[in-house]
T-cell receptor, first 115, second 111 residues
Framework: AAGVIQSPRHLIKEKRETATLKCYPI?????VYWYQQGPGQDPQFLISFYEKMQSDKGSIPDRFSAQQFSDYHSELNMSSLELGDSALYFC??????????????FGSGTRLTVV | RKEVEQDPGPFNVPEGATVAFNCTYS??????FFWYRQDCRKEPKLLMS???SGNEDGRFTAQLNRASQYISLLIRDSKLSDSATYLCAVNPKDSSYKLIFGSGTRLLVRP
């Protein structure tokens, strides 16, 4: 079965650089969530999209932005990178109509290292 | 106070043991509850949903106590392969259905 696809798997950037993370949800899933997980920490909700519109916003820095495109894939854009942005970034997708019963499925994540 | 709290552990148990984790949540309006399993440096994987009446999936049993605002996960006959971090996740009843995660409980099953 198709899963949530994230790219790239690993990314190394220097401070003050920009990064773009991509997420391709499971087919027919209309909702995408982005999470950030620092070392030894729980996944922190960043932002979500439903039907290409932002549906919720969490602890996402102003330096980050995201969008969902017409084909439902989503991109997380990160600018002026800081050392503290080094983390695993997970994307998850679901169908909003059933998510309250079935939760959602995560992609394998992008490991971002800022040096 | 965090919205979802778990004992970080680690719980170190022998194979075959029964182990239980609890997770408390602060928002009484929360409507959906889940247990996820996360292996080191991997993505969280859905283990099971948690229903009001309690539910079982093989060796795993999940319970919800709305009055005391906690959910629990019981693992019977622990296997070495159960070693992982177990995250509870709660949907705080908002329109985005986002999940708020606990910090996870680490389980180590030894031979």
């Amino acid at each position: 079965a198709a899963g949530v696809i994230q790219s790239p798997r690993h990314l190394i950037k220097e401070k003050r650089e920009t990064a773009t993370l991509k997420c391709y949800p499971i087919p027919r899933h209309d909702t995408v969530y982005w999470y950030q997980q620092g070392p030894g920490q729980d996944p922190q909700f960043l932002i979500s999209f439903y039907e290409k519109m932002q549906s919720d916003k969490g602890s996402i820095p102003d330096r980050f932005s995201a969008q969902q495109f017409s084909d439902y894939h989503s991109e997380l854009n990160m600018s002026s990178l800081e050392l503290g942005d080094s983390a695993l970034y997970f994307c998850a997708s679901t169908r909003a109509a059933v998510s309250s019963n079935y939760g959602y499925t995560f992609g394998s994540g992008t490991r971002l290292t800022v040096v | 106070r965090k919205e979802v709290e778990q004992d970080p552990g680690p719980f170190n148990v022998p194979e075959g043991a029964t182990v239980a984790f609890n997770c408390t949540y602060s928002n009484s309006a929360s409507q959906s509850f889940f247990w996820y399993r996360q292996d080191c440096r991997k993505e969280p994987k859905l283990l099971m949903s948690v229903y009001s009446s309690g539910n079982e999936d093989g060796r795993f049993t999940a319970q919800l106590n709305r009055a005391s605002q906690y959910i629990s996960l019981l693992i019977r006959d622990s296997k070495l392969s159960d070693s992982a971090t177990y995250l509870c996740a709660v949907n705080p009843k908002d329109s985005s259905y986002k999940l708020i995660f606990g910090s996870g409980t680490r389980l180590l099953v030894r031979p």
